[in-house]
């Protein structure tokens, strides 16, 4: 099975990614979801996703520059896989340079700075940290990109960065003004209004996008999330989805098709 690619600067990915917060325990949805995401997905488990997807047709994965998402990607390369893989830096990390040095290790073909740290860096007018670890990104052959929640933090990029990519967020769903990474059971919200701004900004932003937290963290119905992420991508754009398979273990192959649906009601 094949999907329709984009590409972000010179790399051809699949318009479908899978994403792999539920890998790393991310539900957005409390500690207790947490901690089920990550009893459920081994490395066998993920490994089983891996291979779904590369079935599916999609050929590119999003995950993070840390050690566990590494050594799984690589013990599937290992065992003949062949997903992308587009990396995001780690907030926990002492620096970006270091988790890029880490990413590049790893075989990543892409990497961007985390969303929730670019938010950080915009909240504390921080941002001129950015431009170096682009051009660290960039000099290692990766293309390069940013990731935010915060529609300001393109409107900054778009006057201040050459990326070959954005990441954006539908949704605004947490303060990081004093923490860049993600916390177990901190409050989030998810507003449509959100949604909207975002994809009223993307309309204007000069680089590929690619759409992510479109289902809400499982807060909205697949086939209505699925239908507006079509009516939104313009030509050159992508969408990024994660699963948890331990709710339903065809989920994976259920979002393919009710996204190539969606495409093709809309062309």
Known sequence: MSLETVTIGTLSISRFILGSNPFSGFSHQGTDRDTAMLRH???DHIKHVFSQ??????????????????RTLLEFRNEG??????????PEMKSIERSV???VRGGAEACFVHGGYMDNLLANKKLDEV???IEKIRSAGLQAGIAGHNPAVFEWAEKNLDVDFYMCSYYNSAHRDEHAEHISGMPEWFLPE???AMVGLIVRLGRPVIHYKVMAAGRNDPPEALRFVARHLRKNDAVCVGVFTGDKPDMLAEDVRLFEESLKAGS
């Open 81 to 90: 896989g062949s997903l992308k893989w587009v990396a995001q830096t780690c």
């Open 194 to 196: 959100d949604r909207d």
């Open 131 to 133: 431009p170096p670890a």
């Open 101 to 103: 040095d880490d990413i």
């Open 53 to 70: 997807a590369q079935k599916l047709g999609i050929t590119t994965v999003i995950g993070r520059g840390d050690q566990h998402f590494i």
């Open 41 to 43: 997905y081994t490395v």
